[in-house]
């Protein structure tokens, strides 16, 4: 099965060396791109959306920043929930690794 990298998070994270929550507005502006949404940088860079911030973004969010286009905001949500669990299995990895250290 192929898998399409534009939506493959880790492949993303692998290529620029950061977690998504160490990602500032460029970052997100380059992953916007490989969905195909670089018509959005000025709206992200302007209203500061960082990758702990694109975590964050609900409907209401999105529609403010100008993503009206329903393919658009598709793209979107899909993204960032292919982002939302390589972070949760990142930090639950590190977590876990953590604690096993502390306990040995």
Known sequence: MHTDPTLNADWYINKIGKEVSEWGCDEV?????LLGLSDYDSVIHSNGITGPALLDLQTKDILELGFTKVGHMTKLRSGIQ???PTLNSRQGATKRARQFRETR
């Not at 502006?29 to 791109?33: A, E, T, Y």
């Open 82 to 84: 292919t982002l939302n």
């Open 29 to 33: 502006c380059s992953w916007l791109g």
